[in-house]
């Protein structure tokens, strides 16, 4: 972040017009309405607050560099699965990949020789179904157990688990992310066979439910399904779910489906602000998450710049699950090293990792000066790199998305504060 804010170009305040004489100032946490103020008097504010958390943040950062007592580490136990998404990015299922024990074990020796003795977040993740490699997940929790001072465990499931899988999330406290796609479940993720996968992951949210365990719901939409996301909100709601991560689905070259399954920008921002209203009107006890609408911030998209630590079945590091096999696109990219199983250590290629320390908005000319860039984040760089190659420069589609669906956001929650307590946590907004 340092150098980021060292660069003289580089502006942690933002603007956007909302109307004639309205306008949203945007800083790191915050959001400020100005209003019947002038284009010039609005951007005398940014300046000034500009410079002023500049400082801060130079400072904040100084201090904090030296307290970081967390590291994260993600495994990818197998690329085989019980579903046949339509959509499935990595197509998962038709390859019947496993991570050994030896893998996940010298990937965690590797991480404690640098971090051993602190806090560990142990992730499992997809591209296949991670509990279809349950014993290894239980095998290389003990054994992270040993090296670290806590650890934390994190899944991201189909939501199709056994029994005992369930006993050993509400066992451990599993931080849990379910892919469940409401009411256009049966037809978009069905089992391999065919058969419908909605009874039992409906079944599955349901326990979770009475058991009380917090977990987020991650729903994709695609073109059929886009006209039914409030429904499906509202299915979810009057379920117990507390926590919606809602997307459009993406196509990619190794993905399953076409990209007739993608709804129009137009298609999502609509229906996305048709269900935001209806939780508001309806009082839901619902927050939506989504990849176009974040709490305000400098940093990057998301770790896939160089800080993701995601282990492949074969053992390869790569810092995005969509990019797993070295034969995939811009694999000689997103897969940036490797863990030796011999003596348990990491080997990074440091030309790749130079490349995706640039996946950040302020290296992409047409991102460093778009006034919505703190809160989308420059958008998703692996979508970015589907659609536009390298070096970065951003998704049409994502940012026709975001012209569209942000600054009807910020009117929103300019009228209605009470917006941002389904949006964000932890946000300061002002008039």
């Known amino acids: 972040?340092?150098?980021?804010?060292?660069?003289?170009?580089?502006?942690?305040?933002?603007?956007?017009?909302?109307?004639?004489?309205?306008?949203?100032?945007?800083?790191?946490?915050?959001?400020?309405?100005?209003?019947?103020?002038?284009?010039?008097?609005?951007?005398?504010?940014?300046?000034?607050?500009?410079?002023?958390l500049k400082k801060q943040f130079l400072a904040d950062n100084s201090q904090e560099k030296n307290k970081q007592d967390i590291v994260a580490l993600s495994l990818l136990p197998t690329m085989d699965c019980n579903l046949r998404c339509i959509y499935c990015y990595a197509k998962g299922g038709e390859s019947s990949t496993y991570m050994s024990s030896q893998?996940?074990?010298?990937?965690?020796?590797?991480?404690?020789?640098?971090?051993?003795?602190?806090?560990?977040?142990?992730?499992?993740?997809?591209?296949?179904?991670?509990?279809?490699?349950?014993?290894?997940?239980?095998?290389?929790?003990?054994?992270?157990?040993?090296?670290?001072?806590?650890?934390?465990?994190?899944?991201?499931?189909?939501g199709t688990f056994e029994c005992e899988q369930l006993h050993w999330i509400l066992e451990n406290d599993v931080s849990l992310r379910i892919s469940f796609d409401g009411v256009s479940h049966k037809k978009q993720r069905p089992f391999k066979d065919g058969t419908s996968s909605f009874e039992v992951v409906e079944g599955n949210i349901k326990k979770l439910i009475t058991a009380h365990k917090n977990f987020i719901v991650e729903c994709i939409v695609t073109h059929e399904s886009v006209r039914k996301m409030t429904e499906t909100a509202t299915y979810l709601s009057q379920l117990g779910v507390s926590v919606l991560k809602i997307e459009p689905v993406h196509i990619s070259e190794i993905s399953r489906g076409d990209s007739s399954m993608i709804p129009t920008p137009k298609e999502f921002a609509d229906n996305f602000l048709v269900m935001l209203k209806y939780i508001m009107d309806n009082n839901l006890k619902m927050k939506i998450d989504t990849g176009f609408f974040s709490k305000p911030s400098v940093s990057a998209y998301c770790y896939a710049n160089g800080r993701n630590l995601i282990i492949t079945p074969e053992g390869n590091i790569t810092s995005c699950v969509e990019v797993t096999k070295i034969t995939d696109p811009f694999s000689e990219i997103m897969i940036y090293g490797s863990i030796s199983t011999g003596n348990g250590t990491f080997s990074f290629n440091k030309i790749a990792l130079s490349k995706l320390k640039t996946l950040h908005?302020?290296?992409?000319?047409?991102?460093?000066?778009?006034?919505?860039?703190?809160?989308?984040?420059?958008?998703?760089?692996?979508?970015?790199?589907?659609?536009?190659?390298?070096?970065?420069?951003?998704?049409?589609?994502?940012?026709?998305?975001?012209?569209?669906?942000?600054?009807?956001?910020?009117?929103?929650?300019?009228?209605?504060?009470?917006?941002?307590?389904?949006l964000f946590d932890d946000i300061e907004i002002s008039c």
């Open 361 to 422: 908005f302020n290296n992409c000319r047409k991102c460093s000066n778009c006034g919505l860039r703190l809160i989308c984040g420059g958008g998703c760089p692996m979508r970015n790199l589907w659609d536009n190659g390298f070096p970065l420069r951003p998704s049409k589609y994502i940012c026709q998305i975001e012209h569209l669906l942000i600054p009807e956001i910020f009117l929103l929650l300019m009228e209605n504060p009470a917006y941002s307590d389904i």
């Open 1 to 52: 972040m340092n150098d980021l804010l060292k660069d003289k170009q580089f502006q942690s305040v933002s603007m956007i017009s909302l109307s004639p004489r309205k306008y949203a100032i945007i800083e790191p946490n915050k959001i400020i309405f100005v209003i019947d103020v002038s284009e010039k008097e609005a951007k005398d504010l940014i300046k000034k607050d500009d410079a002023v």
């Open 103 to 158: 893998v996940a074990f010298s990937s965690l020796d590797a991480l404690a020789k640098n971090a051993g003795g602190r806090n560990l977040i142990l992730k499992f993740v997809g591209g296949g179904e991670p509990f279809m490699n349950f014993d290894l997940m239980q095998k290389a929790y003990k054994y992270a157990k040993n090296l670290f001072n806590k650890v934390s465990l994190a899944v991201v499931t189909n």
